[in-house]
């Protein structure tokens, strides 16, 4: 049971914003970083947004993360069909000592 | 190319041990964690513990404590996870993941993921 709570699906059709919700708690988000990942079908995640806004070298600028209080968010801006997959959001967690990711969030084109 | 490479997919009998293995190359694999995520059928991630290989120092999930052990071998630059008694309920695909040095502690490199089916 994930104590990172996401939207289980969002979609949007092409050119269009989507935005997806993470909410935590004090003891992950609230005092931790957060990342978010990538998982295209049948493949293996890959990291999107670190440090709560940054995007790895070589990572498509359309996406952008934030991080309020306990809550964060991805956003796509620009939706292309290449960005269906499932986004997890994920965090530090100093009260289970362990990392924890959200429910994850199935993103369609529609 | 820095990469982690796991071994291949394994069916396995309820009550069978296994060892399946995440082997690193491309960067100094004693300086950088190495997580494991479990990741059941149709579900989401899940994180199993982490080790650093310079020290074996290693931290587990509550919820996967006593269930798995995770080990690694420096010499063979080869991170492990291990059961001594599979259950159905351990059928799943397993990645390992490596921890950044310079993003916190976000995972930038990953397996290709190894499948384990417990079945009767």
């Known amino acids: 049971q994930s104590v990172l709570t996401q939207p289980p699906s969002a979609s949007g059709t092409p050119g269009q914003r989507v935005t997806i919700s993470c909410s935590g708690g004090?003891?992950?988000?609230?005092?931790?970083?957060v990342n978010w990942y990538q998982q295209l079908p049948g493949t293996a995640p890959k990291l999107l947004i670190y440090?709560?806004?940054q995007r790895p070298s070589g990572g498509p600028d359309r996406f952008s993360g934030s991080k309020s209080g306990t809550s964060a968010s991805l956003a796509i801006s620009g939706l292309q069909s290449e960005d269906e997959a499932d986004y997890y959001c994920a965090a530090w967690d100093d009260s289970l000592n362990g990392y924890v990711f959200g429910t994850g969030t199935k993103v369609t084109a529609l | 190319e820095v990469q982690l490479v796991q071994s291949g997919a394994e069916v396995k009998r309820p009550g069978e041990s296994l060892r399946i293995s995440c082997k690193g190359s491309g960067y100094n694999f004693t300086t950088y964690w190495i997580a494991w995520v479990r990741q059941m059928p149709g579900k989401g991630l899940e994180w199993m513990g982490i080790?650093?290989?310079?020290?074996?120092?290693?931290r587990y999930s509550p919820s996967f404590q006593g269930q798995v052990t995770i080990s690694a071998d420096r010499s063979f630059t080869t991170a492990y996870v291990q059961w001594s008694s599979l259950k159905a309920s351990d059928t799943a695909i397993y990645y390992c993941?490596?921890?950044?040095?310079?993003?916190?502690?976000?995972?930038?490199?990953w397996g290709q993921g190894t499948m384990v089916t417990v079945s009767s």
């Open positions: 080790i650093y290989p310079g020290d074996s120092d290693t």
């Open positions: 004090s003891s992950n988000i609230g005092s931790n970083t």
């Open positions: 993941a490596r921890r950044t040095n310079w993003a916190g502690d976000a995972f930038d490199i």
């Open positions: 440090s709560n806004n």
